[in-house]
């Protein structure tokens, strides 16, 4: 029998063509377009590409390496979350994660772009993904301690580009919405997305 091979997690491997879509682009055009389109700068709150720009700024990296580890983690682990939870459901938790690390940034007058919101948002969701009614994972706690604790913590000492904030919240919208699915039934959900 002749092996094929299946586009298995929908969600995930779209969200990852269309983030390396959008570096090529920006290497096309020396940045401009991800400086246009995909980067999230606080601007006029009449503005609305910087509404747009929330949603986008978790396609757009700032160099191959920024993509390669962001997605290095997604492709681990964002099937299993895509399996666990369906598409629509996946797919409605990263348009949160994004919209809420977007404000967050806004708010505090800081520039972002990239996935590593919706990374930490993975991690935390792997965390709670088989929770019982009444019982938190000690998983969650040592993830919660070692991943959100590095992060206040680097963010504090640390003087780099790297936005912390948006880590330590994409982690904090994982927890709180895989509580939250897991709260409703924990069961996948069979409705997917269509990818064309």
């Not at 055009?29 to 720009?53: C, E, I, K």
């Not at 998983?139 to 912390?164: A, F």
């Not at 919240?169 to 927890?175: E, N, R, V």
Request: charged letters at 10%; proline letters at 3%; glycine letters at 10%.
């Amino acid at each position: 029998m002749q092996k094929r091979i299946k586009y298995n997690s929908p969600v995930i491997l779209t969200y990852a063509i269309i983030s390396f879509a959008v570096l090529l682009l920006g290497v096309f055009t020396n940045g401009a377009s991800t400086m246009n389109f995909f980067v999230l700068r606080p601007t006029s709150f009449f503005d609305p590409m910087m509404y747009l720009r929330m949603f986008t700024c978790i396609f757009g990296h700032a160099s191959w390496g920024h993509f390669a580890s962001n997605f290095t983690f997604l492709l681990l682990i964002g099937p299993a979350m895509e399996e666990k939870y369906g598409s629509a459901l996946l797919l409605e938790m990263i348009a949160i994660t994004a919209f809420a690390t977007g404000v967050i940034h806004v708010f505090l007058g800081m520039s972002v772009l990239g996935a590593s919101g919706i990374v930490f948002m993975f991690i935390l969701l792997t965390s709670v993904t088989n929770i019982k009614k009444g019982e938190i994972p000690l998983t969650l706690v040592l993830v919660l301690i070692i991943y959100i604790g590095r992060e206040v913590r680097d963010g504090m000492t640390l003087n780099t580009n790297i936005s912390y904030i948006g880590h330590i919240a994409g982690g904090l919208c994982g927890a709180a919405l895989g509580f939250i699915a897991n709260g409703r039934n924990g069961t996948r959900d069979d409705s997917t997305v269509s990818v064309g």
